[in-house]
T-cell receptor, first 115, second 120 residues
Framework: DTGVSQNPRHKITKRGQNVTFRCDPI?????LYWYRQTLGQGPEFLTY????????KSRLLSDRFSAERPKGSFSTLEIQRTEQGDSAMYLC?????????????FGPGTRLTVL | AQTVTQSQPEMSVQEAETVTLSCTYD???????LFWYKQPPSRQMILVIR??????QNATENRFSVNFQKAAKSFSLKISDSQLGDTAMYFC?????????????????FGKGTLLTVNP
């Protein structure tokens, strides 16, 4: 399967713990996005990478959130000192450069539950 | 900032019938894309159809078509010959054209979604 993959698929943690999620984009895609989807809402943009450079961060991304894409391939999203309000589905999407089109391809998401 | 509104939280349709999902958006931009994404239960989001704002012709993909009214900022999705596999959450999404501080880096702004159930 050459689609976008995300791990873990589910994560249950206690309030105050740190969690890290991983996204592996489609191999030839150098653009990568993170979104957050809460119950009953559409996904909301969190951050954007072009290769290893983080070019945009949403105001939703508080200081407790950090994202990296160290070699321009996979990306990680870390949440420190989790809060119950962080419970959501975290989606990763990737796309090629503009010559390859603007469509974003989504992974299956990581569902986070903070107890 | 752009906003996307889907006024129908839930809809249902009988198998083989036609259904239309509504979407309106608000933007001051002239150059943008609109999308419908489908999110089946416990499965990942996939693109259904895409419309470029500069194209007057409505996009069509097999049983899926859109009615794009740029002046009215309306972008509805019509599903013909509905199938059980069409049961899913459908999201309308807006993407501004352009990169950098003046653009959007091609990120998506989504509506809240419409849950479509196709009944046998």
């Amino acid at each position: 399967d050459t689609g976008v993959s995300q791990n873990p698929r589910h994560k249950i943690t206690k309030r105050g713990q740190n969690v890290t999620f991983r996204c592996d984009p489609i191999s030839e895609h150098n653009r990568l996005y993170w979104y957050r989807q809460t119950l009953g809402q559409g996904p909301e943009f969190l951050t954007y990478f072009q290769n290893e450079a983080q070019l945009e961060k949403s105001r939703l991304l508080s200081d407790r959130f950090s994202a990296e894409r160290p070699k321009g391939s996979f990306s990680t999203l870390e949440i420190q000192r989790t809060e119950q309000g962080d419970s959501a589905m975290y989606l990763c999407a990737s796309r090629p450069g503009l010559a390859g089109g603007v469509e974003q391809f989504f992974g299956p998401g990581t569902r986070l539950t903070v107890l | 900032a752009q906003t996307v509104t889907q006024s129908q939280p839930e809809m249902s349709v009988q198998e083989a019938e036609t259904v239309t999902l509504s979407c309106t958006y608000d933007t001051s931009e002239n150059n943008y894309y609109l999308f419908w994404y489908k999110q089946p239960p416990s499965r990942q989001m996939i693109l259904v159809i895409r419309q470029e704002a500069y194209k007057q012709q409505n996009a069509t993909e097999n049983r899926f078509s859109v009615n794009f009214q740029k002046a009215a900022k309306s972008f509805s999705l019509k599903i013909s010959d509905s199938q059980l596999g069409d049961t899913a959450m459908y999201f309308c999404a807006f993407m501004k054209h352009g990169v950098g501080s003046g653009g959007s880096n091609y990120k998506l702004t989504f509506g809240k979604g419409t849950l479509l159930t196709v009944n046998p």
